[in-house]
């Protein structure tokens, strides 16, 4: 299983990027997958997640209202569009996919995620 992050890039602030996450050797649509970020010296959060059917999500407090998870199962890719970016938004960003097939719901801990992306930078300038 691999899973390809991309999207990330240098905005200002205000500005917005859309992340993809790619998936080969896995059907996305039967996971529920996760956004995570890691800022430098800092530990790595969840950001936002996505049931496997879609009918379920979770934002961390600090994206709520600007951040939006969505899938596209034809292309078997997840997105994170990202608007009203703040330089506080600038880290490392990951997707991963958790380890339950149809699971319910979502889950926040990075221990239920098995398959991680490589990272995509996003960096806010002020």
């Known amino acids: 299983v691999q899973l390809q992050a991309s999207g990330g890039g240098l905005v200002q602030t205000g500005g917005s990027l859309r992340l993809s996450c790619a998936a080969s050797?896995?059907?996305?649509?039967?996971?529920?997958v996760g956004w995570f970020r890691q800022a430098p010296g800092k530990a790595r959060e969840i950001v936002a997640a996505?049931?496997?059917?879609?009918?379920?999500?979770y934002y961390a407090d600090s994206v709520k209202g600007r951040f939006t998870i969505s899938r596209d199962n034809a292309e078997n890719t997840v997105h994170l569009q990202m608007n009203s970016l703040k330089p506080e938004d600038t880290a490392v960003y990951y997707c991963?996919?958790?380890?339950?097939?149809?699971?319910?719901?979502?889950?926040?801990?990075?221990?239920?995620?098995?398959?991680w992306g490589q990272g995509t930078l996003v960096t806010v300038s002020s």
């Open positions: 991963a996919t958790d380890r339950w097939y149809l699971g319910l719901g979502v889950r926040r801990s990075l221990n239920e995620y098995d398959y």
């Open positions: 050797g896995r059907t996305l649509s039967n996971y529920a």
């Open positions: 996505i049931s496997w059917s879609g009918k379920s999500t």
